[in-house]
C-alpha cells in the first residue's frame, strides 16, 4: 500500500517509504552493521570492541556505525585481498 501510494505521487521508484528512509541512514545500529556486511550481531560487536570497525557513542549505552566506516572498512579488506576498485 504504501509502495503503491509512494508510486501515484509520481515517484519513479518502486522503493517503498520505508527502504527509502533506510537507505538515507547515517548511523546505524551495530547489528544491521552486521548485517550490511555479511556477518552476525557477535562478530560486528567484536569489530567495534576491537576498533576494526568504527563507532561512535551516542548516548551512556548505545553507540552507532556511521556508514562510512563499514564503506571505509570494506575498502581496507579489498586491498588486505589485493582487490583495486575496478576489480571489485
Known amino acids: 500500500m504504501i509502495g503503491q501510494a509512494y508510486r501515484m505521487h509520481g515517484y519513479k521508484s518502486t522503493l517503498t517509504l520505508g527502504e527509502d528512509r533506510m537507505s538515507k541512514e547515517l548511523l546505524l545500529r551495530v547489528a544491521e552493521a552486521g548485517r550490511r556486511i555479511g556477518v552476525g550481531r557477535s562478530k560486528a560487536y567484536e569489530l567495534v570492541a576491537s576498533g576494526k570497525l568504527a563507532s561512535v557513542k551516542i548516548s551512556e549505552r548505545s553507540i552507532r ?12 579488506l579489498e586491498e588486505e585481498a589485493g582487490i583495486t576498485g575496478e576489480e571489485a
Open 65 to 76: 556505525v556511521p556508514v562510512t566506516a563499514l564503506e571505509e572498512y570494506v575498502r581496507r
